[in-house]
């Protein structure tokens, strides 16, 4: 049988990000994907969210706005309201509105398309790098609690991957972006869309059920140099 049979999957922002690609690869793996694309900032858009959605297995929170690429001392009060209330805030509103369904069933998972700038720091980018950092920190303490439950969560800290959102066609098309690449990452070119997504079909399939509030680098070994 196909990895995510009778998976029913909401896709947050599905239009951005990692989206598009992660919708076409759960569908190849069987599942049932439920999709959302407005932005979650307003406090009752992900409750409302969830709800609207009926009952899903599991709940992929990809969420994203572009990166500014401001310089730390002059970050103001509202670039980081900005940053946060688009990346950090709508992930417990997600959680505690589809979690307690899952402990109930004690079966679930949640898995949260993240940053490696969580894990190594960018220049001009500390309001994103610092939000990013409180969805990885989230994530691992209640990855912890629910894991009692049966219930996974988890998070892929991507960067380098393929997708409209960072990386558009326009980027990498730059050459000073192909310097860069080729500098800075040991793979030697983007990972591809569609690894990064099987990858995340994995990580929702029975087949991981031993991954608990773990976050796992694709950025074709950046954060290890």
Known sequence: MPMLSNKRILVTQWREFMGPTLCEVLRAHGATVITSEIPLVEPQAAAAEIGQAGEIDILIANLAIAAPTTPASEVDDDEWRTVFSALVDPLPRLIKAA??????????????????????????????????????????????????????INLIAQNFVDNPTYFPPEVQANPRFQERLAREVPLGRLVSAREDAEFAAYLCSDNANCFVGQVFPVCGGWVGR
């Open 99 to 152: 979690l307690p369904a899952m402990i109930q069933r004690r079966s679930g998972k949640i898995l949260v398309m993240g940053s490696a700038a969580a894990l190594r720091g960018i220049k001009r980018a500390s309001t994103y790098c610092a939000a990013r950092g409180a969805q990885t920190a989230y994530v691992q303490a209640v990855g912890l609690e629910a894991a009692s439950h049966n219930v996974q």
